[in-house]
Structure formats: structure tokens, C-alpha cells
T-cell receptor, first 115, second 111 residues
Framework: ETGVTQTPRHLVMGMTNKKSLKCEQH?????MYWYKQSAKKPLELMFV???????ENNSVPSRFSPECPNSSHLFLHLHTLQPEDSALYLC??????????????FGPGTRLTVL | GENVEQHPSTLSVQEGDSAVIKCTYS??????FPWYKQELGKGPQLIID?????GEKKDQRIAVTLNKTAKHFSLHITETQPEDSAVYFC??????????FGPGTRLSVLP
């Protein structure tokens, strides 16, 4: 595997379910990101991790819970979601966060539908 | 915080013509401006970027211009081809983790 991979690619869940999204980067980067992409809206940055520590949380509801066990893996745990949370969830990585201006490499995304 | 606007939201051009997409930003501290292309079913991919110490950058058929005084930057694609059809996003960053994207432009290149 190369680049940034995400699983699953598609997910349908009920509002009472608990599920997790997984992201893995094979680029040796130190920073990883979660974005939400909704129809007709800009990409919304949700979380930023640098060397496994969370450095940014853009007022994301607590029903989204990120986890970064090491610099190559990033998870997004989901519970009691709402239909408006249906979107494409993109993971990205970059070499560093500090002194940035670095290219962000994106995964293909997970298309989430909440019923 | 930073706010990035992007126009037009949709753009159709004939194959071989040029396409121009414009973005404006609000935070004068922003100094890194990438452009991403997103094809159907894929994540965004960087196609070109420019930093605040440069006014123009070119890579084959793609060019980006930056006007820091007016706080706007533009993407220029010449000799468009059908494979250029995609959604294009601009972004502005202040070299930290503050990456703000524009809403995107859907470009259609008609054969």
C-alpha cells in the first residue's frame, strides 16, 4: 500500500450504532488530519494530530472521537450520530504541522450515511 | 479567522480553451496557497502551490498567480483537456495547522 488509505470506503449506520473509521498513511509523515466534506460546503477541518498528540479540535461535537495510537494510524470513532453527519470523511497527512506550508496528502475518503 | 471565497462555483469550457478560477482570502498572515484537484471517488490531490514571496508559478499547462496586496490568487489552466474535468479547491494557510479551503469549483471540459 502506498499513500493514504481509508477503510471502509462506504458506511451506512443507524443513529444508535457505534462505528469507527480507519486511516493509515505509508508516507512517514508526522501529522494527520480528519476533514468533513459535505455537499456544497467547503472542506471542514475537524482534528489535527502531530506526533500522536491532538493539536487542533475545531469545535467538533463529542459524538466524534478521534484516536491516534501512532504516527501512521488515525481513527475516528462514531456514536449516536445524526442524519446531518452524513458526508464524505477525508483523512490527510503531511510531513509536519509546525513550520507547515506542507502538502497534505489525502486518502480517498469514507462515504458515511446516517439513517 | 481566515475566510476563503472561490469563484465561479461551476465552469464549463470547450476543450482547448483556457479556464480561470479565482480565490480571495481575508487573513493577511496567510502565506501558503495550494490548489487541489478532486476527481470523482477520490480525495483531493495537490496540483500546484505558491508561497507569499512569489507572484507567479507555472507548471506546464497550469499556473497560479498571487496578489498579496489585494489578497487574491488565481488558477489558470491552458489548453484544457477532458481529463481536467474535476472539482478544484483553493486553500490558504498561515504555515501552521490552519488550512482553510474554498468551497470548490466544478470544472467541465466539453469535447
Amino acid at each position: 500500500e502506498t499513500g493514504v488509505t481509508q477503510t471502509p470506503r462506504h458506511l451506512v449506520m443507524g443513529m444508535t450504532n457505534k462505528k469507527s473509521l480507519k486511516c493509515e498513511q505509508h508516507l512517514g509523515h508526522n501529522a494527520m488530519y480528519w476533514y468533513k466534506q459535505s455537499a456544497k460546503k467547503p472542506l471542514e477541518l475537524m482534528f489535527v494530530y502531530s506526533l500522536e498528540e491532538r493539536v487542533e479540535n475545531n469545535s467538533v461535537p463529542s459524538r466524534f472521537s478521534p484516536e491516534c495510537p501512532n504516527s501512521s494510524h488515525l481513527f475516528l470513532h462514531l456514536h449516536t450520530l445524526q442524519p446531518e453527519d452524513s458526508a464524505l470523511y477525508l483523512c490527510a497527512s503531511s510531513q509536519d504541522v509546525q513550520g507547515g506550508g506542507d502538502e497534505q496528502f489525502f486518502g480517498p475518503g469514507t462515504r458515511l450515511t446516517v439513517l | 479567522g481566515e475566510n476563503v471565497e472561490q469563484h465561479p462555483s461551476t465552469l464549463s469550457v470547450q476543450e482547448g480553451d483556457s479556464a480561470v478560477i479565482k480565490c480571495t482570502y481575508s487573513d493577511s498572515a496567510s502565506n501558503y496557497f495550494p490548489w487541489y484537484k478532486q476527481e470523482l471517488g477520490k480525495g483531493p490531490q495537490l496540483i500546484i502551490d505558491i508561497r507569499s514571496n512569489v507572484g507567479e508559478k507555472k507548471d506546464q499547462r497550469i499556473a497560479v498567480t498571487l496578489n498579496k496586496t489585494a489578497k487574491h490568487f488565481s488558477l489558470h489552466i491552458t489548453e484544457t483537456q477532458p481529463e481536467d474535468s474535476a472539482v478544484y479547491f483553493c486553500a490558504a494557510s498561515d504555515y501552521g495547522q490552519n488550512f482553510v479551503f474554498g468551497p470548490g469549483t466544478r470544472l467541465s471540459v466539453l469535447p
